[in-house]
């Protein structure tokens, strides 16, 4: 595996503040991630960030955003065990379409 740079590291170390201070605005998080719904669908998807853990909330942008189907399976999973990724892994409903595809946090 290649080694960081410490420019890298700054510019990592940057961005991740960055992305943090971000979160914590699901409205500016939802702009800067190029999220275009408008309307109820807007409403929903702004009153589902506002109600999960910060950290999980780029997740779910980049789900909404439909461009990752690994992060809509995790984003679903964790909505469905109330965001604790411990609970994913422990999940027990091999009945559950979603089983096989479910994240190992
Ligand atoms: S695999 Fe488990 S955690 Fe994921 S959606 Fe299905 S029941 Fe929920």
């Known amino acids: 595996m290649k ?3 410490s420019d890298q590291r700054a510019e990592a170390q940057r961005k991740a503040a960055a992305a ?3 979160a914590k605005d699901p409205a500016k998080l939802m702009e800067a991630m190029g999220l275009q719904q408008s309307g109820e669908d807007r ?3 702004f009153n589902r960030l506002v109600d999960m853990p910060k950290t999980m909330r780029r997740l779910f942008c980049r789900a909404y955003l439909g461009r990752s189907m690994r992060a809509a399976v995790k984003a679903h999973c964790l909505m469905c065990v109330g965001y604790d990724r411990k609970e994913v892994s422990l999940c027990s409903s091999p009945e559950c ?6 994240p190992v946090f």
């Open 20 to 22: 943090s201070k971000l």
């Open 3 to 5: 080694r960081m740079t």
């Open 43 to 45: 409403r929903r998807i």
């Open 97 to 102: 379409p979603l089983y096989p595809y479910r």
